[in-house]
């Protein structure tokens, strides 16, 4: 089943403001709903183009593949997700802040597009064609770079690994509401994020710190 709450903003035939403008892009959004809701596996280019309403022609012309059309999919959400973190990243913060409000606005991003995300991010590892979750490596590359620049300012001294995994349990945790159909919950997450991330570097009454700061941004509905 598709995500709760997500017909509505993700459908590629409603015509709002948010839909995609060409036939190409209509494709890519169908291709993301049927993955989310049968599987990259299980999914057909019978199903994307009865989905988008488009003619097999068409999706010829776009797309080489099923796996073709799937990467471009995982592409668009992870382009989004680097624009959108990189507009986050202000110089008038801290690197902590940056941090908090990059991390802030790649779970509003998902809680918006929830199958995309669930495409790059809950299946990317598992079943997508190869070069997927290269992709995927690629996005979260940019969090490992954030994390690594700010170690400058760390209270603490942890090993090159604590990047990795501390990034590796944001995953766990985005990927359990994605799979569960929960994605409007995941800017609810932030405060237990942010803490996981920044603990390895800071000690535990700062992290604390960031992660409470991380709540007043959640309950104010924004980062300003």
């Not at 790059?120 to 979260?140: D, F, Q, V």
């Not at 001294?157 to 990047?163: F, Q």
Request: hydrophobic share 45%; aromatic share 4%; glycine share 8%.
């Amino acid at each position: 089943m598709e995500p709760r709450g997500a017909e509505g903003s993700e459908h590629p035939l409603k015509g709002s403001a948010l839909a995609p403008p060409n036939e190409r892009e209509r494709l890519i959004a169908a291709m993301a709903m049927s993955c989310a809701e049968r599987g990259y596996a299980a999914t057909q280019v019978a199903d994307v183009i009865a989905a988008a309403r488009v003619t097999r022609e068409s999706f010829d012309q776009s797309f080489a593949s099923k796996s073709d059309c799937a990467l471009a999919a995982v592409g668009q959400i992870l382009a989004e997700i680097t624009r959108v973190v990189a507009s986050a990243t202000t110089p008038d913060r801290t690197d902590w802040e940056k941090l908090i409000g990059a991390v802030r606005a790649l779970l509003e991003l998902m809680a918006a597009r929830p199958s995309a995300a669930r495409l790059a991010c809950g299946e990317a590892r598992y079943e997508n064609p190869p070069g997927a979750y290269a992709l995927y490596e690629s996005g979260i590359r940019i969090l490992v770079a954030m994390l690594d620049r700010s170690r400058t300012y760390a209270t603490a001294s942890p090993p090159a690994s604590a990047t990795r995994g501390a990034i590796g349990g944001a995953e766990a945790l985005i990927r359990r509401e994605l799979l569960a159909g929960r994605a409007e919950r995941l800017p609810d997450l932030l405060p237990d994020i942010v803490y996981g991330l920044l603990v390895p570097y800071l000690d535990q009454q700062e992290a604390l710190r960031y992660a409470e700061l991380a709540r007043e941004k959640v309950d104010k509905g924004g980062m300003g």
